[in-house]
């Protein structure tokens, strides 16, 4: 039974670059999350979907977008790539939009040089 | 402003002993307090969680203690080993349509053998 899937797993971007990270939620799973945890602190809320709508929007720049298709899987992109960005970028998934478990990917781990 | 407030920064212990972590929130209005388990190069992993009409709960070593009244809420893990070294990362989630989690910093255990 595959958990959440997160592509790619490292990737390095120079500024002003742009970068599309790509997450498979589980199976039967209808809510993504996106979340940046930079080095040493706790993971920041950047997006939710569920049900390809927008349900929760974190303190991120308009740089910061992110999508859902109608397999649930979901992408985030980020332009004008700063030295700030680089962190884990995890994706959760649950089953539902509320009320439910949320389960992590690995991440990717994003360097912008 | 860290709504959720983690300590120690960091810990260690013995084998076999007692590791104990806290938290404390500020807004009344989360309703689930999730456990985060997270090692290095990997996402964070759902240990326990706990909601706050219980005082208590415990699986396998791992036991969530809650005072709602003093909004704080701690982690206890029994007979500690070496394969529990780690960060731990409690969260709470917000009540309604934005079902973001808010984390603490995290706590880095050291259980030495």
């Known amino acids: 039974d595959a958990g959440v899937t997160q592509s790619p797993t490292h990737l390095i971007k120079t500024r002003g670059q742009h970068v599309t990270l790509r997450c498979s939620p589980i199976s039967g799973h209808k809510s993504v999350s996106w979340y940046q945890q930079v080095l040493g602190q706790g993971p920041q809320f950047i997006f939710q979907y569920y049900e390809k709508e927008e349900r929760g929007r974190g303190n991120f720049p308009d740089r910061f977008s992110a999508r859902q298709f109608p397999n649930y899987s979901s992408e985030l992109n980020v332009n004008a790539l700063l030295l700030g960005d680089s962190a884990l970028y995890l994706c959760?998934?649950?089953?539902?939009?509320?009320?439910?478990?949320?389960?992590f990917g690995q991440g990717t781990r994003l360097t912008v040089v | 402003q860290q709504q959720v407030k983690q300590s120690p920064q960091s810990l260690i212990v013995q084998k076999g002993g007692i590791s104990i972590i806290n938290c404390a929130y500020e807004n009344t209005a989360f309703d689930y307090f999730p456990w985060y388990q997270q090692f290095p190069g990997k996402g964070p992993a759902l240990l326990i969680a706990i909601r706050p009409d219980v005082s208590e709960k415990k699986e396998g070593r791992f036991t969530i203690s809650f005072n709602k009244s003093a909004k704080q809420f701690s982690l206890h893990i029994m007979d500690s080993q070496p394969g529990d070294s780690a960060t731990y990362f409690c969260?709470?989630?917000?009540?309604?349509?934005?079902?973001?989690?808010?984390w603490g910093l995290g706590t880095s255990l050291g259980v030495n053998p």
């Open positions: 959760a998934s649950s089953l539902a939009g509320s009320g439910t478990e949320a389960f």
């Open positions: 969260a709470a989630r917000r009540a309604g349509n934005n079902r973001k989690l808010i």
